[in-house]
């Protein structure tokens, strides 16, 4: 059974830090990654996918890697700004025969002060 | 459209009461998802539908629970007799072939009184 861990569960920081969150795995059978952020009460935004065969993505200040073998996965925000306080999730997609299923960590609630 | 839809956005209901979710998705995605999520938690996957057929149902999915997929297009979830326990936020996500990335919906929240 596929497990996710996120890794800090809370994280809070002043605005302009660089920041690093962690996303780990269990089966490394899995056809992507998906990194999400949530807002308080909302729905799930779609931040970053990485295909099982990629090692990163970027999209503007926010860069996520990925290394299958080990399990792994990074999500790295540059120069945070308050807006980027939210939960952010990761989801691995299953191989095999549960393709298509989305598998969650329990997410990093991150703060940003001003 | 450009995105996932889901109605109602919120509703109340006493334990017992049946209750019915709608989900549009985005309209060329051939794959249609039921997640729910509870305060603190990350989204736990329900069932998911290729077109009209449903293809995985979660051991969470109980037999009050029933999901379909009419012609392949919008999806409803139903709950009958509904106890507490089954208050969450229920999201419907779609995407496009296998490996595709998921759009979400702003989600159904449950609340049984």
């Known amino acids: 059974k596929q497990e996710v861990t996120q890794i800090p569960a809370a994280l809070s920081v002043p605005e302009g830090e660089n920041l690093v969150l962690n996303c780990s795995f269990t089966?490394?059978?899995?056809?992507?990654l998906q990194w999400f952020r949530q807002d308080p009460g909302k729905g799930l935004t779609s931040l970053l996918l990485?295909?099982?065969?990629?090692r990163e993505q970027t999209s503007g200040r926010l860069n996520a890697s990925l290394d299958k073998s080990s399990g792994r996965s990074t999500l790295y925000i540059a120069a945070s700004q308050p807006g980027d306080s939210a939960t952010y999730l990761c989801?691995?997609?299953?191989?095999?025969?549960?393709?298509?299923?989305?598998?969650f960590g329990q997410g990093t609630i991150l703060t940003v002060h001003p | 459209d450009t995105g996932v839809s889901q109605d109602p956005r919120h509703k109340i209901t006493k334990r017992g009461q049946n209750v019915t979710f709608r989900c549009d998705p985005i309209?060329?995605?051939?794959?249609l998802y039921w997640y729910r999520q509870t305060l603190g938690q990350g989204p736990e996957f329900l069932t998911y539908?290729?077109?009209?057929?449903?293809?995985?149902k979660s051991r969470l999915l109980s037999d009050r629970f029933s999901a379909e997929r009419p012609k392949g297009s919008f999806s409803t979830l139903e709950i009958q007799r509904t106890e507490q326990g089954d208050s969450a936020m229920y999201l419907c996500?779609?995407?496009?072939?296998?490996?595709?990335?998921?759009?979400f919906g702003e989600g159904s929240r449950l609340t049984v009184l």
């Open positions: 996500a779609s995407s496009l072939g296998l490996a595709g990335e998921l759009f």
């Open positions: 089966d490394s059978a899995i056809y992507n």
């Open positions: 990485i295909q099982s065969s990629q």
């Open positions: 989801a691995v997609q299953a191989g095999g025969t549960s393709y298509g299923k989305l598998t």
């Open positions: 309209s060329e995605h051939n794959r």
């Open positions: 539908f290729q077109n009209e057929a449903q293809l995985e």
